[in-house]
């Protein structure tokens, strides 16, 4: 059972470049999140998806964009990266509303 | 692994003590509240959850205090072993969707 996978692991990107982070549960849950850890501070939602086909903006979605590709995956982009994004990336999904989130290994995003 | 929680608060505590970590947490209408345990280069994983009609919840080794009075949260780790060494998180659902919004965190040192 592999739970939440994210790819890829590691990134580095020069300012101005474009990515997408993949993102797959096989838990069948219905509620997805993307959140950005930075040094010295906790998980801050990017944005989330309560169930397939809807997405919502978390505490700091500027510069990014989601999709909810179906109830598996949920894809996070950057148009055009920035070195203030620069961080580790999680993906986590639930099953219920307001349950335990499962967070996949992260992303750590290099942008220079 | 990544270099989380470089500036959080640290508790350091000898093998076989017991641990207390402590988070206040921001909203009152919160109505549910996790506490993740994090190591090096992985992704937070659940240790034990509590609802606000609660006050006390007992896992393996793991007790979770809920002061809603206050707004306090604390786990309590007994007999702490070397492997509990990590960066602790709470986090909140303040009912909005399916959020959770993540605490700063604490380093947890275990000294053999």
């Known amino acids: 059972n592999a739970g939440v996978t994210q790819t890829p692991k590691f990134q580095v990107l020069k300012t101005g470049q474009s990515m997408t982070l993949q993102c797959a549960q096989d838990m069948n849950h219905n509620s997805m999140y993307w959140y950005r850890q930075d040094p010295g501070m906790g998980l801050r939602l990017i944005y989330y998806s309560a169930s397939e086909g809807t997405t919502d903006k978390g505490e700091v979605p500027n510069g990014y964009n989601v999709s909810r590709l179906n109830k598996r995956e949920f894809s996070l982009r950057l148009e055009s990266a920035a070195p203030s994004q620069t961080s580790v990336y999680f993906c986590?999904?639930?099953?219920?509303?307001?349950?335990?989130?499962?967070f996949g290994q992260g992303t750590r995003l290099t942008v220079v | 692994g990544e270099s989380v929680g470089l500036h959080l608060p640290t508790l350091s505590v000898q093998e076989g003590d017991n641990s207390i970590i402590n988070c206040a947490y921001s909203n009152s209408a919160s109505d549910y509240f996790i506490w993740y345990k994090q190591e090096s280069g992985k992704g937070p994983q659940f240790i034990i959850d509590?609802?606000?009609?609660?006050d006390k919840r007992q896992g393996q080794r793991v007790t979770v205090l809920l002061n809603k009075t206050v707004k306090h949260l604390s786990l309590q780790i007994a007999a702490t072993q070397p492997g509990d060494s990590a960066v602790y998180f709470c986090a909140e659902n303040p009912g909005a969707g399916n959020m959770l919004t993540f605490g700063g965190g604490t380093r947890l040192m275990v000294k053999p």
């Open positions: 509590i609802r606000s009609n609660m």
């Open positions: 986590a999904s639930s099953a219920r509303d307001r349950g335990e989130a499962f």
